[in-house]
């Protein structure tokens, strides 16, 4: 049993430091922030700790010193006073018509009613919030501060109805225009959410909300940072690599690999999925944790309304700031709202042309996307994808490439015939991406079993898997030669960064025909170009 206390079934400040449970001590950001802004926004994708920060915010408004001894901002506080706390989390309004969310933000604010009233001529959400923060002040003779959790939540299902987001929009902006009209009362606003604000336009007239998202200086505010790891969580490190048996180093290497990968600004800290991290630590695992809870549902949602790309060439994308920014309903591709969701983040930035190359963060996510696109897409046997993924798997430790692409086509040939036309939004793809999405897919869930790269950005090649002994490196090419895949390889000299591994080097070019719905042809030759293998299932 560990002898640390995980805080993976909470988010509440106060039970935590209550019950002993582990926190990574972020108050003096939080005292930075709280001093510093009036008006603050945050977002961060799902199960990032936002709203742990809420609640820590919370306590240290409502001065419960007694629960931050130890903490950073022992040091920087020096008043602890109290302020009246009007705390909403919105995620209950997730999936309500209009009328539905009207009454359930109406019911969050009769609650703090309760204790400072109510006038019955308030009969709209925005006038009973406005006279909840005049009479919280009055009684209390204290400005209020105002924390809104999850803000997006409401309105993020009706991004591709018009009319409902026009509606939901609408409700929401007489709501949210009362922090702007009621600023004299307010000591401290702060919201968090999935999308940026300025998606959304829904504060159209909190034009002195600052977007902290992007700031290099706050972007380990919610996840836990390598420095953290290093400090912090180094006794839980070595806890959790004795508990598998393994090196210090290679718990480091296995947790980085899985939950690392996070950025948030053009010079962010490196950050952590918590929610993840935390849930290894604690079961001694490297389970992929974040998708536990239907992640890929909304990801297929979204996914459906931009039929003409292929999910795994959004590893490597480019965008400019602006393209952060456009509204998601009216962008032309999913990239920003998939990078604000957390399956792709920053993975560098060029400061002279000013645009952010994109990748996904981390293997949890680029494997839970994949697994969750193919069970979705393919709607194939769960158990057959596993068993085949296996035995090229096997094929690959042996160093036989050409058994493993057996099991591969033998796998294709038994998903369903009219499996492109039975959803409607993947009849829009061109036969040549969709078939290119298999391969690609299928060569990702081998990475839980052998090292795989799958190709992301222009100029590397679509597959290199790497076992103790081989580095095979491969080229995919529908409806086209295997003359001109190896081409490619020889070309774009895609092989040449492994000219130094001393494992053995094999390149493969690999054809699919649409037509056939099936691999039909591949060449396998050594590092100088000498065929050793072929099959060309087209001529036999």
Request: with cysteine.
């Amino acid at each position: 049993m560990s002898k640390f206390r995980y805080p993976v079934d909470m988010d509440q400040f106060q039970k935590m430091r209550e019950q002993g449970k582990l926190y990574v001590d972020k108050t003096d950001m939080m005292f930075n922030l709280a001093n510093r802004y009036e008006y603050v926004f945050l977002a961060r994708p799902r199960r990032f700790g936002k709203s742990l920060l809420c609640n820590t915010f919370k306590a240290y408004f409502q001065g419960q010193k007694e629960l931050f001894e130890g903490l950073k901002v022992m040091k920087l506080e020096k008043e602890w006073k109290a302020f009246p706390v009007l705390h909403f989390i919105l995620s209950g309004l997730k999936d309500c018509s209009i009328a539905e969310a009207k009454g359930k933000l109406e019911l969050l604010i009769s609650k703090y009613e309760k204790e400072f009233g109510r006038n019955e001529a308030e009969n709209t959400p925005g006038a009973r919030f406005c006279g909840l923060i005049h009479r919280a002040y009055e009684k209390t003779g204290e400005k209020v501060v105002v924390i809104i959790d999850e803000y997006d939540s409401p309105i993020m299902r009706l991004m591709y109805d018009t009319t409902q987001l026009d509606a939901m929009r609408s409700m929401l902006r007489e709501f949210y225009q009362v922090l702007k009209n009621e600023g004299e009362y307010l000591r401290f606003v702060f919201i968090t959410g999935v999308t940026k604000f300025s998606q959304l336009s829904i504060f159209s007239e909190l034009n002195n909300l600052n977007q902290i998202s992007f700031d290099d200086e706050y972007s380990g505010i919610c996840g836990i940072t390598q420095e953290e790891l290093d400090t912090t969580l180094r006794p839980c490190i070595e806890e959790y690599a004795e508990s598998l048996d393994i090196t210090t180093d290679d718990a480091y290497a296995l947790l980085k690999k899985h939950y690392d990968g996070y950025h948030f600004s053009p010079k962010s800290k490196d950050v952590y999925a918590p929610f993840s991290l935390l849930k290894a630590l604690d079961k001694k695992t490297a389970d992929p944790y974040w998708f536990e809870s239907g992640t890929t549902n909304a990801l297929i949602e979204h996914l459906q309304h931009h039929p003409e790309f292929n999910p795994l060439d959004f590893d490597g994308a480019e965008l400019s700031i602006m393209d952060f920014n456009t509204p998601c309903e009216s962008a032309k591709t999913p990239i920003s709202l998939l990078y604000q969701s957390g399956y792709l983040t920053i993975k560098s930035y060029d400061k002279e042309l000013d645009f952010y190359t994109l990748h996904f963060p981390n293997f949890e996510v680029r494997q839970g996307m994949v697994s969750g696109l193919t069970n979705y897409l393919l709607e194939n046997d769960e158990l057959e994808q596993n068993a085949a993924v296996l035995a090229m798997a096997r094929a690959l430790r042996d160093s036989d490439l050409s058994a493993s692409l057996t099991a591969l086509r033998t796998w294709i040939a038994s998903l369903p015939y009219d499996i492109i036309t039975k959803k409607e939004w993947l009849a829009k793809k061109k036969r040549e991406a969709f078939y290119k999405l298999i391969l690609y897919a299928v060569f990702s869930l081998l990475n839980s079993k052998v090292d795989t790269e799958v190709k992301s950005i222009l100029g590397r090649a679509d597959v290199v898997i790497k076992t103790k002994k081989d580095i095979f490196v491969l080229e995919l090419k529908v409806d086209d030669t295997v003359e001109n895949a190896l081409a490619q390889i020889e070309s774009k000299g895609y092989a040449i960064p492994f000219e130094a591994d001393s494992r053995k080097v094999t390149k493969c070019g690999v054809c699919i025909s649409s037509e056939q719905r099936n691999i039909t042809h591949w060449r396998i030759t050594d590092a100088d170009c000498n065929v050793i293998d072929e099959k060309d299932f087209l001529e036999s």
